[in-house]
């Protein structure tokens, strides 16, 4: 009778973290008028600002069908799923801190704020047409996304880099100059109303993530690691949402055979059966709302008699956590990426601590646009992206792993850990809180005391 209890218990668990997770995510008609609602509120509230505080007073964004800039993507009405033809948009501020007037070079309105500012019957050449918009504005600086540091802000590709240096008029040329920092800068805030939101997001993604690693899709000595993976990819199609990359589950083990606290990043862990007494790692991400998520969690396999995760391992978890504290302590307005990561490993060293930290902007793009905190296969500085300073209302994955040698398995231990967080200026907050304990399986034995 209490078996059956406690098997009621989990069902019912489980069952109601599923309808939580299904009734969160809102219909597709819902989710275009939200996505239209935010890029209608950073054109009007975001935009000037950084137009301002990069001083390129006009951008110019082009992309042709199927080819998109990485910016524009961000700028097109959730309706659209690529640009059309040849779109190209233009911004243009006429006094510092002054609203920004938009226009779209094209055959179309692009969304609410584009208007079409070119008529293709009265001047037939779409580039001729572009040329005197911007002569009409006499812009100081006219910024094109092409980039060194950053993929996401070189978008424009080498035929129309050509083509528009060809049409620009010659006393407009020098006035030509890299968009790089205006396209980061886009990329990487977060304005009001996405920072209310992401914490929800970051909710169903710790939700799917719970119940993955649970006793409803595991059964020990049967599940695969494969398997759960699968599992994550069907779960969220089921959900209605995407991800932006595969998700992985690997397993550490007592077993000295087993290496996988060794594993390069770069090769991927093999599939294995799911045993009792096994360490589960997760690295798993959505894209809901045009926002991203990255997540890594752990979880320990219960063997018989176990009711609860070793002690030995949750001391040894715990050291992730330092990782984390001693990373976003350095986070620090102004500093660069390269600056945090050599102040962080400066203070694992003091303590004694091995690891690496190798964390990322995270928003429009899961490996998104701004400063690059160490690489997993770099821990020095990373030129460029590391030298990007660090600025208020940014998103990031504060990802790393810390290495703890445990004596009950005589070898090393990986924590692996990852959760999205927010940059105020002032402090990190984790969007949805970070894991503390390793996660048993099962759930309900451990919560009940069984």
């Known amino acids: 009778m209490i078996k059956k209890l406690l098997h009621l218990c989990s069902v019912l668990l489980i069952s109601s973290l599923v309808y939580a997770q299904d009734s969160a995510v809102l219909t597709q008609r819902e989710q275009a008028e939200v996505i239209d609602n935010w890029l209608e509120y950073r054109i009007e509230n975001l935009l000037p600002e950084l137009m301002t505080e990069t001083e390129v007073d006009m951008w110019v964004v082009i992309s042709r069908e199927y080819n998109e800039d990485p910016v524009i993507r961000t700028m097109l009405p959730a309706t659209w ?21 938009t226009y779209a070079v094209a055959r179309y309105d692009v969304g609410k704020s584009f208007k079409r500012a070119w008529d293709p019957e009265s ?31 070189d978008g424009l590709t080498t035929h129309e880099h050509q083509v528009f240096l060809k049409y620009l008029p010659e006393n407009l040329q020098s006035k030509v100059v890299s968009a790089q920092t205006l396209a980061v800068r886009w990329l990487e ?14 909710e169903i993604a710790h939700a799917i993530v719970a119940e993955g690693l649970s ?3 595991i059964t020990p000595g049967v599940t695969t690691t494969d398997d759960v993976v699968w599992w994550y990819r069907e779960r969220i ?11 992985s589950v690997d397993i550490q083990r007592a077993d000295p055979e087993n290496k996988e606290q060794n594993r390069d990043f770069a090769s991927k862990a093999p599939d294995s059966v799911i045993m ?20 890594q969690e752990m979880a320990y396999v219960l063997k018989a008699g176990e009711t609860q995760v070793p002690d030995y391992l949750q001391k040894a978890f715990k050291q992730g956590n330092r990782v984390q504290d001693i990373l976003t302590s350095n986070f620090v307005t102004g500093r660069t990426g390269n600056e945090i990561l050599r102040a962080s490993r400066k203070a694992m060293d003091e303590e004694g601590i091995r690891g690496s930290i190798y ?12 400063p690059t905190i160490g690489m997993w296969d770099n821990q020095g500085d990373t030129p460029g992206a590391g030298d990007f300073s660090l600025h208020a209302y940014t998103g990031y994955a504060i990802e790393l792993n810390a290495v703890v040698f445990v004596p009950e398995w005589n070898k090393d231990v990986r924590i692996m850990l990852e959760e999205g967080a927010l940059f ?13 304990e390793i996660i048993p399986i099962p759930r309900v034995s451990s919560y009940l005391g069984y």
């Open 81 to 101: 799923h690529a640009a059309r033809r040849r779109t190209i948009l233009v911004m243009y501020q006429p006094a510092a801190n002054a609203p920004v007037e």
């Open 123 to 153: 001047q037939p050449d779409q580039w001729q047409a572009l040329m005197d918009l911007i002569s009409s504005k006499n812009p100081k600086k006219i910024g094109l996304n092409y980039s060194k540091d950053y993929g996401h802000a």
């Open 189 to 202: 805030t977060r304005t009001q109303p996405e920072m209310a939101t992401y914490k929800h997001i970051q």
């Open 215 to 217: 006793e409803a899709v």
């Open 237 to 247: 199609k089921e959900l209605k949402l995407d991800t932006w990359f595969h998700p």
């Open 276 to 295: 009792p007494g096994d360490l589960l790692h997760v690295d798993f991400g959505i894209s809901y709302l045009r926002l991203n998520t990255d997540t």
């Open 359 to 370: 964390t990322h902007p995270l928003g429009f793009y899961g490996h998104s646009a701004g």
């Open 424 to 436: 105020d200026g002032q402090k990190v907050t984790y969007y949805n809180g970070r894991q503390q």
